[in-house]
């Protein structure tokens, strides 16, 4: 089993940014693809970056590329997600996730642990 804890969410104005991170304990964190995706309300959970073991790899979603940026510490077993230039449009329960597999596998349906989410607000 592995344990993911987020932290880092908030309320930002419009421009402004934020890291999120995850933390992750109860299995080699190096051995699991790690990313995040989020869910705004009303609508279904969507992903927005994700990025391989080592972390030489990252894949983002095209509505964030530019502004977010996805890296990961195998010493700390952590996650971040720094974004910047955040607008209203990205207002959502941010999940962090980790998948046993390769990160060209990784999806909503092979993500094998998730966290609580954490809340990302912007205002306009």
């Known amino acids: 089993q592995v344990q993911l804890v987020e932290s880092g969410g908030g309320l930002v104005q419009a421009g402004g940014s934020l890291r999120l991170s995850c933390a992750a304990s109860g299995q080699t964190f190096s051995s699991l693809s790690v990313g995040w995706l989020r869910q705004a309300p009303g609508k279904e959970r969507k992903f927005v970056a994700a990025?391989?073991?080592?972390?030489?790899?990252?894949y983002y979603a095209d509505v964030v590329k530019g502004r977010f940026t996805l890296s990961r510490d195998n010493t700390k077993n952590t996650l971040y997600l720094v974004m910047h230039n955040l607008q209203p449009d990205d207002t959502a329960v941010y999940y962090c996730s980790a998948a046993r597999v390769q990160l060209n596998d990784f999806s909503a349906y092979t993500i094998d642990f998730w966290g609580q989410g954490t809340q990302v607000s912007v205002s306009s």
């Open positions: 990025i391989g073991f080592v972390g030489t790899t990252i």
